[in-house]
């Protein structure tokens, strides 16, 4: 999953320390290049990740938008703001960029298995927090 580094949150006298994967380096490498093969047929999708970007600003939605380019084709996995939310109030703690990428990658694999091939993916509040888990962010 890349780098971790150790954050810390102070809550009192104690200071417990978490894995944060940090933001280091360019964000079109947040992700690294990756495959995805169908469930159904077998095809092979070629994945890159290219960049985030508020979407309130552009898609007047509340997400986090990510740009991904699959087969050389643009398209976007916007996570919602809801799953940012419910992870700081779970964890004092928000989301870095990279786990973000993280996150929709994984989504986009999960969609790409099923070939379910679209140019806009909205990914609801609860998919984001069970991606969370799934992926193992804490």
């Keep these: 999953m890349g780098i971790l580094v150790q954050a810390t ?3 009192g006298a104690s200071v417990p320390t978490f894995p944060v994967l940090a933001n280091n380096g360019a964000m079109s490498q947040f992700v ?30 509340d997400t986090i938008d990510t740009k991904f380019f699959v087969d050389g084709e643009a398209l976007v996995v916007g996570l919602s703001h809801v799953g940012f939310v419910k992870f700081r109030e779970k964890t004092g703690r928000d989301l870095t960029d ?9 989504y986009l694999k999960e969609r790409l298995e099923e070939e379910d091939e679209r140019t806009l993916y909205d990914v609801t509040g609860e998919d984001v927090i069970r991606l969370i888990g799934q992926i193992g962010i804490k």
């Design 32 to 61: 690294g290049a990756f495959e995805v093969v169908s469930k159904l047929t077998g095809r092979v999708y070629q994945c890159r990740f290219s960049h985030m970007w508020n979407g309130i600003a552009t898609r007047h939605s």
């Design 98 to 106: 990279r786990e973000a990428s993280f996150i929709a990658a994984e």
């Design 9 to 11: 949150k102070k809550q």
